[in-house]
């Protein structure tokens, strides 16, 4: 089983839509969880982290199920420049990250 | 204030060359982390190392792979006797000391290799 498992898409929906991704985690002793966004060749790049109570940040929201071992992100009225790969990232080693593979968000006019 | 420097963005190495990757971190960085993202995968650990340190190379081959962070200088990631299998993206991180953790990290544009 991989560490970090998440759904590769594509997620296609119009502008304006609410989106949402799940990802699940192997190790329940991981400890820091966190959204990245990548862009076609281009480098990782943060969006948020994701904390136990949940957080929000714009239009963005994480959420973690600690029990259930997976973290969600919420993305609501999407804009075209959403458009990326939504990669989920678990540490379990203080200073090793697993990354997911990676949801693929195509937001269309 | 520059981010994380890696150099060159492409390269090109023809089978058996030896191929070096460089990342300069930001500034007040001291911890440096190698990451490979094959095509249409996710990142894949290699290394992480200080300053003169390797902390842990847990994720790099066992052969033909090595890493090193000196004194002075950027990171160096360097591949012998490359094969068509280490063509990839090579995405280097940096972090102040202890907060990758809580914070995350910031990577390089990143180096993708391509052997021929």
């Known amino acids: 089983r991989k560490e970090v498992e998440q759904d590769p898409g594509p997620f296609n929906v119009p502008e304006g839509a609410t989106v949402a991704f799940n990802c699940t985690y192997s190790?329940?002793?991981?400890?820091?969880f966190f959204w990245y966004r990548q862009d076609c060749r281009k480098e990782p790049k943060l969006l948020m982290s994701?904390?136990?109570s949940g957080n929000e940040d714009g239009r963005f929201t994480a959420q973690l199920n600690r029990a259930s071992q997976y973290i969600s992100l919420l993305i609501r009225d999407s804009k075209l420049s959403d458009s990326a790969t939504y990669l989920c990232?678990?540490?379990?080693?203080?200073?090793?990250?697993?990354f997911g593979s990676g949801t693929k968000l195509n937001v269309k006019p | 204030n520059a981010g994380v420097m890696q150099n060159p963005r492409h390269l090109v190495r023809r089978r058996g060359q030896e191929a070096r990757l460089r990342c300069s971190p930001m500034?007040?960085?001291?911890?440096v982390y190698w990451y490979r993202q094959l095509p249409e995968e996710g990142l894949k650990f290699m290394v992480y190392?200080?300053?003169?340190?390797?902390?842990?190379e847990s994720g790099m081959p066992k052969e033909r792979f090595s890493a090193e962070f000196p004194k002075e200088g950027p990171s160096i990631l360097r591949i012998q006797q490359v094969v068509r299998g280490d063509s990839a993206a090579y995405f280097c991180?940096?972090?102040?000391?202890?907060?990758?953790?809580?914070?995350?990290?910031?990577f390089g544009s990143g180096t993708r290799l391509t052997v021929v």
């Open positions: 190392l200080q300053k003169e340190n390797i902390i842990d």
């Open positions: 500034k007040g960085h001291s911890h």
């Open positions: 994701v904390y136990s």
């Open positions: 991180a940096s972090s102040p000391a202890g907060t990758a953790y809580n914070y995350g990290y910031t």
């Open positions: 190790n329940s002793a991981s400890q820091s």
């Open positions: 990232v678990v540490n379990m080693n203080f200073n090793k990250f697993y």
